[in-house]
């Protein structure tokens, strides 16, 4: 579990650190043509997603995730956003510490992707999904302030 907290830990600060150096909030929520989400929005999902799946599922936080909302909320300001990311980067630590490595195998009590799938490939993807989505919020912010 060490090894998941620490890369969970690592890209959510690196989520933080992209989040502060933009140097127009406006551009947070900026989306250029042929563009999806802003990159608040994809911060937005990233908390949310991570809140859910490992905060409520995992941790019993007892998050209630409102997915509509993180990709509709707009110009919610850079500190709070910062702030909700290391809120959740804390939720997911402490979620992972208490988690018990022998269920890694054991299915995830959730069908994501409208099968069964272990902790162990859920957790993975996670990381990966977290990291996807960081690359997307880098470009953008290159783009935007260039």
Known sequence: MEELIRL???DLKKLSGEIEIFENPENLWAIPDGIS?????????LIGNLNHFIGAV?????YIRDRDAEF??????KDKLIEMVFETRAVVANSLKEFEPDRLKT???IQV??????YEFFLMHLVSH???????INYLRRILES
Request: hydrophobic letters at 25%; glycine letters at 16%.
């Open 130 to 136: 977290l990291s996807y989505h960081l690359g997307q």
């Open 107 to 109: 299915t995830y009590p």
């Open 113 to 118: 992707f409208g099968e069964d799938m272990t």
């Open 58 to 62: 995992i941790g019993n936080t007892g």
């Open 8 to 10: 969970f830990t690592r």
């Open 37 to 45: 989400n802003s990159a608040g929005n994809l911060c937005l999902h």
């Open 72 to 77: 509709g909320t707009k110009d919610i300001e």
